[in-house]
């Protein structure tokens, strides 16, 4: 399982705020969870996708396309991608193994 940091930024739209694109997106995350493909979860600065490998990189072109079909005409996603094999890796995982060291301060 992989856990992904994605931001997609829509440029060229007619004012400042990119929420409603962000909430396109949204939706389109929310189809993939709701088929049991991937977990999600927005923060204010990106979202974090946790999935197999192959269904993220297609989350990712589903997602990087979302703001093209709203009329824009150019689209920055970036995209970092953490792949752990030695061991299963999840969000919940990866907070709780920070927390354990955080209590023991």
Avoid: W
Avoid at 30 to 54: A, C, D, R, S
Avoid at 75 to 85: E, H, S
Wanted: charged share 25%; net charge neutral.
């Amino acid at each position: 399982m992989a856990i992904v940091d994605v931001t997609v930024i829509p440029l060229g739209t007619e004012s400042p705020s990119v929420s409603k694109y962000v909430a396109d997106i949204q939706h389109i995350l929310k189809k993939y969870e709701n088929e049991g493909k991937i977990t999600f979860q927005l923060t204010p600065m990106n979202t974090i996708i946790e999935g197999e490998l192959p269904t993220l990189f297609e989350v990712i072109a589903a997602i990087h396309e979302a703001p093209f079909n709203k009329g824009i005409q150019r689209v920055a996603t970036n995209i970092r991608i953490d792949d752990r094999r030695d061991k299963k890796s999840t969000m919940a995982g990866k907070l709780e193994s920070v927390n354990k060291h955080l209590n023991t301060n």
